[in-house]
């Protein structure tokens, strides 16, 4: 099996390769913490032009919504 260079298969289920293809608004929000210590979060994604719901949003989320 021969790399490509530039191969970007490897990141085809990255959380941000739809965001980073298609220009689309994304924000990461970390929420919390797993048993383990790994942190667990949440991407908002939003249509073009429409960053101002997603911020507002992502703050509601933040300031609302508490997982242990």
């Known amino acids: ?29 970390p929420m919390t913490k797993k048993a ?9 994604m939003a249509n073009h032009f429409e960053e101002k719901q997603m911020f507002d949003f992502a703050q509601y989320m933040l300031q609302n919504i508490k997982l242990k």
């Open 36 to 44: 383990d210590g790994m942190p667990f979060g949440v991407q908002l």
């Open 1 to 29: 099996h021969t790399r490509l260079q530039g191969d970007w298969s490897s990141d085809v289920c990255s959380s941000d390769l739809h965001a980073n293809l298609t220009g689309n608004p994304a924000i990461s929000l």
